[in-house]
């Protein structure tokens, strides 16, 4: 099977999906907007996944590939095949099925709680009661029309949907790393201005390795779900 992602800044990668694909004999191919922005066939691709970025859904007029990106995210779910969104990659699937995307009413910066919500549809995809999870971001999205609203923050009230079988976005990133938060960091060091939701630096960066290990673990367990048998 072929895993396809679309990558838009160099320090925002695949993280812990990547061996996790691997390891399962994915072929991994991908397009980095930031070096080529030719994107793959929709119909030779199995899995999609979409990471994230600091600029907006809606900057179409300051990134020239994103219209192409929008318009391929499209046509690829019309196919009904497995997608993950990541922070700008869930805004942009939730963009691509008719949603509404907005600033977040406070930036949710560090790790903070995430509260999964009970579903009504017995297959639907189910987060923990409560867990704890890596943010960064300054917007949000709406719920698409038909998807399950998933998971939601104090800061946040659309933290994670799903659409259709095996389409999930997430604004929290499970993917994380303790390398990964460093480049996060590195490149965005001037949005650590510390509130309620948005932690200090050294905050950030003191997470215990149970919680990058929840998070592989929870990520785990979604990846699972999306590639499941139908």
């Known amino acids: 099977m072929r895993a396809h992602y679309l990558q838009h800044v160099p320090f925002e990668g695949l993280g812990t999906i990547a061996p996790w694909l691997a390891e399962r004999g994915f072929t991994i191919t991908r397009t980095r907007f930031f070096e080529s ?13 979409i990471m994230g970025g600091p600029m907006s859904a809606n900057d179409d007029d300051q990134w020239p590939w994103l219209a192409a990106e929008k318009k391929f ?15 700008l990659g869930a805004q942009l699937i939730a963009d691509a099925l008719g949603a509404a995307m907005r600033k977040n ?44 609203h998933l998971a939601r923050s104090k800061a946040c009230e659309n933290q994670a949907f799903q659409w259709g079988a ?16 460093r480049d996060l ?14 932690q200090s630096e050294a905050a950030l960066l003191s997470a215990s390795p149970e919680d990058y290990r929840a998070a592989q673990g929870r990520m785990a367990e979604l990846l699972s779900y999306l590639i499941r048998s139908r």
Not at 105 to 125: A, H, N, T
């Open 37 to 49: 922005a030719q994107l793959p066939n929709p119909d030779e691709v199995d899995f999609l996944v």
């Open 73 to 87: 995210i499209r046509e690829y779910l019309r196919r009904n095949k497995r997608a993950l969104g990541i922070c």
């Open 105 to 148: 009413p406070v930036k949710e910066i560090g790790w903070f709680p995430v509260e999964g919500l009970p579903q009504s549809v017995s297959d639907s995809f189910r987060f923990p009661a409560v867990f704890r999870a890596f943010h960064w971001h300054g917007e949000t999205f709406d719920i698409p029309a038909g998807a399950a």
């Open 166 to 181: 095996s389409v999930i976005g997430l604004q929290f990133h499970l993917e994380m790393t303790p390398e990964a938060a």
């Open 185 to 198: 960091v590195s490149n965005g060091r001037a949005e650590l201005t510390p509130s309620t939701y948005v």
